[in-house]
């Protein structure tokens, strides 16, 4: 049975020594979404992964992946037995050969898949006999994602699976991605700071800074309610704040006052119009201004 | 499959192992006829004149008539000397390393991203390096009743593999101490350093009077069973809690540790 929600974040909290990793971080990833996990780096990514993973233990709050404790060493277990995994580091093992850890890899799932195996080896031109340590980085990316694709997982859970490569790789990674989970039911969830793949990719997002959700839903309805308002005056534009649900960081240049919206235009129009400006345009927001507008507030 | 990785992981350092003792081995064995010409001498010395207040008397004495014969030799030689330095040494390499170790090329994440706990991680690493340190104690010490008539004598099977399992066993202790050291800390040195700094001290501290009875050592050198035929149970059976202790404390360690 699927779970309608594959992973589910509560109030998530993870301190090092004394820094603070994440600090409250919330999140609902549906079940077959393809999820783009965005932030700056030391935003926390790579930590709330982790947790998922069951490889580092939150300080207090709640992650769970198919309704499954990710701190609970069984229930970790098996969530592992039903996620594929590339991690940030694309570490493998230096002393195996690309069909060693194949093998080594497919002992532990027992729905692997030698069907997508043979096809993936074919189509990434991986040598059988060569030893991780000699591949390239990318070729060492797609071995990661072989891995993780061929063991019929439900999710899959990718660290900045295209960091370090070049766009023809990250392209051709991409394209598997996207064709891989077409054909297949799963949730994907990854993380990134390439704001263009994951417009590219995902239908539904986070933005995270600091340990904190910032901006989380679908990508569509994104795009729909963020809005940004530019108000032209006759003279020096005023120093205003907005108090309509939704109003963003106003900034103001000579004569032009522009105020960032994510819950639409309406409310905020209305409250501009007080201002009396000369001229009104409402644009549509992309999805790395809604990123840098979100963080920059942080800031 | 994890064994396998195990012993992917291991044995260059377990074949490096062998191929020393193996080699030590036969060297103490050729050594004999060397010794053997130098016996008429040492037999003129009489052991009741050596001033055995101090340690250093006391040793030279305990040698002197240890090795009076090819039994007495090879204990003193191999089993109380070479080999116990030499296993004490392989067992804190084959004990250092492992999950926590951030040598590149090592895989620490995809290893965590598998279905398996880390009590397994360390139960299968820590049953292959026993595995190991077995056959480092075991096959020189069984080589030498099957090579001794080559110089004109012979050593018990039986002999062998009660020092060698005396030597094995007290092994596990600092291979236990390592791997427990190793979920500690990142580098490969310091658990291997401390262990042959523990090893160190505990040799010394056999020359306390008083404690030397109870030493690692001289459980390991298998020392009652060469002087009363009886093995060390006492020792062999603390050393064996010691090492499940110690084991056990390292998957209890890397059961809370962060990655």
Redesign the interface.
Known sequence: MREPVAIEIAELRKTYDSMDALRGLNLQVPTGSIFGFLGRNGAGKTTTIKVLMGMTRPTSGAARVFGLACDAQDSSVSIRRRTGFVGEDKELYDYMTVEEIIRFTATFYRRWRPDLETRYLKSFELPPHVKTKALSRGARTKLALLLALCRSADLLVLDEPTAGLDPAVTEEVLQVLVSHVAGEEMTVFFSSHQIAEVDQIADRIAIIDRGQTLVAGALDDLRENYRRIQLVFGGDAPHATFQSRGAGRVRRKGRVLTVLSSAGSDAILEEARRLQPVSVDVMPVTLKEIFLESVAVED | ?LW??AW??TRSRFLIGLAVVVIAGFGIMFDYRATEKLMPFARTIDPSTIDTSGPLGATIRSALEAQRDYRGFVWFQWFKQNLANLVTLFAALLGSGGLVSTA???????T???????SRLVGVRAAVGLAELFALALVPSLLLPLCSPSIGQSYSVVDAVAHGLCVFVVGTVFFSLASLLSTEFADFWRPLLIVCLVAMVAAVVEYVPGISPYGLFRVMSGETYFRHAGLPWVGLLISAAMSATLLRAAALNL??R??
């Not at chain 2, 590149?104 to 995809?110: E, K, N, P, S, W």
């Open positions: 499959m396998h990785k992917l992981e590149a090329g090592r895989g620490t994440l995809f965590l991203s598998l279905p398996i706990t880390r059961a809370h962060d990655f």
